[in-house]
C-alpha cells in the first residue's frame, strides 16, 4: 500500500509560487461553499500506473447539501482563526493551514452556515465545511488556489477527504493523499437516488476512530474490475451498470463496516425497480438508485421511498444527480 507521508518540503512546493508575507489588503470578507455527497459509488484499494496501491473512492455528489462560509478579517494571534459554531474545529483548522501557507500573519474569524448534515452518517459534513472554509480564505486574499490544491490542505487537514471540491467532476480520488489517480472525464447520468440513514440510533460512525480496511489481494482484484466495469458505465450512461458497480463495492464493504439492513435495503430496490443500491463507505446512509431517463422513473423512486418508510426506515429522502452544479 502506497503511503501518503509527504516532507515538510513537499508540502509547500505547490504554495512556494505566492509570496509568503503578501500585504493584508484582502477584502472585508470571503465567501466559499461547498456541496456536500451521498457515499461512494465505488470505494477500495486500486492501483496507480506504476503499480502502487491506494485506498481510492468515486463520490457520489449530492447537490442540494450545501455548506457556506464567511471568513472575516479582524486582529487576532496571526495565524489564528476563531469559528461560528465552536464545534467546527476542522473547518478553523483548515482556515489557519490556508494561511500558514500563503498569509501567515494574518488572522480571523470563520463563520460556517451549514447544511445541517449529522457528522458521522457519511455526507461528507466536516468535508463540506472544510472546503467552504478553504475557498472562503482564498475568496478573501484572492489566493491563486487550484482545485487540486485545496484537495491537498482538505486532506491535510482533516486527515481524508472525499473529492467534493472538485464539484461536478467524476474522479477516482484517493482520499488519504488528495490527489486524482483517474479522471473520467464525464458527468454522471441522471440517477435518481433513494437514500435514509440505516442506523439512526447509533448516532453516526466515528470516522477518526475507524480503522481503514486491508483488503486481500482478491478483493484488489475485484476493485480492479468493478474499475473497468464503472469506465465503461460512465462512457455510455449506464445507470443500470453504475448501480450494479455501488452494489458489488457496498458488498465488499459489509465485511468491514457492515450495513444495516443491507441485504432489507436490496430486496426493496429489486421489489419497486431499484437498480442496484450503494452505501457511504465510512458512515450509516445508503440509497436506493433509479435511472432517471427511463419514464416514470421519479414515480417508482416516490413509490419506494414510501414502502421504505412502511417498513421502518425513518424520513427517507429523494434526491437526483443530474442537477450537480459548479459548488464555487
Known sequence: MATCDVTDDARRAPFDTFPLHQPLVGRRFGHGQSIGHHGELLQGTFEDSDGLRHRALVTLPLPGLVTHAYFHPGPGAPGRVTVKPAWKRKAAAAAELILSRYLPTASGELVIHGAGAQPGLGLGSS?????????AVADCYALPVTAADLARLAVEAEGASDSVMLDSQVVLFAHRCGHVLESFNRLLPHIVVVGCDTDPDRGGVDTLGFRPPEHTAAEI??????????RHGLSTGSVSLLAKVAEASARINQRYLPTREFDNLSTIARETGGLGIQVSHSGTVAGILFDGSVPGAVSRAEDCQRILRKRGFEDPWVFHSHSVKDGR
Open 221 to 230: 482484484g475485484e476493485f480492479r474490475c468493478l474499475l473497468g466495469l464503472l
Open 127 to 135: 468535508t463540506s465545511d472544510v472546503t467552504a472554509a478553504l475557498r
